[in-house]
């Protein structure tokens, strides 16, 4: 069965830093393009970023020269490396894969908070 | 605000058909293809339709999608409970260089 499993949510303070992880699994892994959808507490979704299959990357205005996305295939894995967070960026953070189909596989999300 | 236009909520009655737009621009409904998203309370996102009109496996077919122009639109027939969700449309967008979300519709089942 597929699966995408996020990690590394949590509370962080205004101006820090967080590390998401999504690990994947059941699907070859190196040949799929890779998303981060974020949902504010209350508001409609968000498209993050995305990751291709040759390192491509694409951002969202609100998040671009502060979050970087990347891929490891080797561990069938990728991230997001969250800098200079702000409260607007408080959200339930979700994995997606892009397939023929659209996103068509989802992690369960990871709750981001940033507070003093 | 939104690059894309949905309007904020929509209702009707189990068996009722409904339909929920998606109005963007030339830049992305109107030379890319559309896709529509379910979210469930508590649940991950799911594809429901996909290049404007095209079903995944294990969809209803009482979803149907459809694009015109700079405006798409989703249509739900023969209303059901379960169908009480958030939707929203997603489109690549060729100025931004990114995807874009609808707003999202809030669908209330009476």
């Known amino acids: 069965d597929v699966q995408l499993v996020e990690s590394g949510g949590g509370l962080v303070q205004p101006g820090g830093s967080l590390r998401l992880s999504c690990a994947a699994s059941g699907f070859t892994f190196s040949t799929s393009d890779f998303h981060w959808v974020r949902q504010p507490i209350g508001k409609g979704l968000e498209w993050v970023s995305s990751?291709?299959?040759?390192?491509?990357?694409y951002y969202a205005g609100s998040v671009k020269g502060r979050f970087t996305i990347s891929r490891e295939n080797a561990k069938n894995s990728f991230y997001l490396q969250m800098d200079s967070l702000t409260d607007g960026d408080t959200a339930v953070y979700y994995c997606?894969?892009?397939?023929?189909?659209?996103?068509?596989?989802w992690g369960q999300g990871t709750l981001v908070t940033v507070s003093s | 605000q939104s690059v894309l236009t949905q309007p904020p909520s929509a209702s009707g009655t189990p068996g009722q058909r409904v339909t929920i737009s998606c109005v963007g621009r030339s830049s992305n409904i109107g030379n890319n293809h559309v896709y529509w998203y379910q979210h469930l309370p508590g649940a991950a996102p799911k594809v429901l339709i996909y290049?404007?009109?095209h079903r995944p496996s294990g969809v209803p077919d009482r979803f149907s999608g459809s694009k015109s122009g700079t405006a798409a639109s989703l249509a739900i027939s023969g209303l059901r409970s379960e169908d009480e969700a958030d939707y929203y449309c997603a489109v690549w967008d060729n100025s931004l260089s990114a995807w874009v979300f609808g707003g999202g519709t809030k669908l209330t089942v009476l």
């Open positions: 997606s894969r892009g397939g023929d189909i659209g996103l068509d596989y």
């Open positions: 290049r404007e009109n």
């Open positions: 990751i291709g299959t040759s390192g491509d990357t």
